[in-house]
């Protein structure tokens, strides 16, 4: 099974974005982390509305570190469509209709190991997921370069399709040390529960990194 990690940030009470942006949220540190994540990935997972967001940078540009990898863009609506709607951006990534076994698909696609083109700038995963000296861990062991790694960088909406969906998916959660609450912090209103159970527990610069697997 290909390792998946949905990667989440939030304040201390919950909210998930400053007047609609998740970088409104994060920190220097979780930006580091977030970094390492998306360079350690074979390939990056989006929703629809992350992929069209015309604000967002372009994930696999020409000339970024990204550019051969894979973005798959999983939608419940038509994939053709979107498709198109993808191709006319000049966005480069992959549109699939979301099933119970598109991720699994997805997974099973990806080689074993870093193309050649971007293995010479991926370093290994970030500090939250190998083992560290930190005060409290109670954490697994450590991830080697060449493991397959599928990156979720979507919202909490996607994050639960996968978390039901697929084994052994990891909530890497990011917890800022803020306080945000304005219009639109608390943008998901999906009605869903999921018991999880904590795998490792870091800390860097006052911002917390939760990982949890399903229970």
Same mark, same amino acid.
């Given at each position: 099974?290909?390792? &998946?990690?949905?990667?989440?940030?939030?304040?201390?009470?919950?909210? %998930?974005?400053?007047?609609?942006?998740?970088?409104? $949220?994060?920190?220097?540190? +979780?930006?580091?982390?977030?970094?390492?994540?998306?360079?350690?990935?074979?390939?990056?997972? %989006?929703?629809?509305?992350?992929?069209?967001?015309?604000?967002? @940078?372009?994930?696999?540009?020409?000339?970024?570190?990204?550019?051969? !990898?894979?973005?798959?863009?999983?939608?419940?609506? +038509?994939?053709?469509?979107?498709?198109?709607? &993808?191709?006319?951006?000049?966005?480069?990534?992959?549109?699939?209709?979301? !099933?119970?076994?598109?991720?699994?698909? $997805?997974?099973?696609?990806?080689?074993?190991?870093?193309? @050649?083109?971007?293995?010479?700038?991926?370093?290994? &995963?970030?500090?939250?997921?190998?083992?560290? +000296? =930190?005060?409290?861990?109670?954490?697994?062991?450590?991830?080697?370069?060449?493991?397959?790694?599928?990156?979720?960088?979507?919202? @909490?909406?996607?994050?639960?399709?996968?978390?039901? =969906?697929? @084994?052994?998916?990891?909530?890497?959660?990011? %917890?800022?040390?803020?306080?945000?609450?304005?219009?639109?912090?608390?943008?998901?209103?999906?009605?869903?529960?999921? +018991?999880?159970?904590?795998?490792? %527990?870091?800390?860097?610069?006052?911002?917390?990194?939760?990982?949890?697997?399903?229970?």
């Amino acid at each position: 099974m290909r390792r &998946l990690i949905i990667s989440l940030v939030q304040s201390i009470n919950g909210s %998930v974005a400053e007047n609609g942006w998740s970088t409104g $949220v994060s920190t220097d540190a +979780d930006f580091r982390r977030f970094l390492a994540l998306r360079r350690s990935a074979n390939a990056i997972i %989006v929703d629809r509305r992350t992929a069209l967001n015309p604000q967002l @940078p372009v994930i696999n540009a020409a000339g970024k570190t990204l550019e051969h !990898t894979p973005v798959h863009v999983l939608t419940e609506s +038509d994939p053709t469509a979107l498709q198109s709607e &993808l191709d006319g951006r000049g966005l480069h990534y992959r549109a699939q209709h979301f !099933t119970a076994d598109t991720i699994t698909e $997805v997974a099973a696609s990806l080689p074993t190991a870093p193309s @050649p083109e971007s293995r010479t700038s991926r370093p290994a &995963l970030d500090r939250s997921t190998t083992r560290t +000296d =930190h005060a409290s861990s109670t954490g697994t062991g450590s991830q080697t370069s060449d493991e397959a790694v599928l990156l979720c960088e979507s919202g @909490p909406n996607l994050a639960f399709r996968l978390l039901e =969906h697929y @084994p052994g998916a990891e909530l890497h959660l990011s %917890v800022s040390p803020c306080y945000i609450r304005t219009p639109g912090s608390h943008f998901s209103g999906l009605e869903a529960e999921i +018991d999880l159970r904590l795998i490792d %527990v870091r800390t860097e610069d006052d911002q917390v990194f939760l990982r949890y697997t399903r229970a």
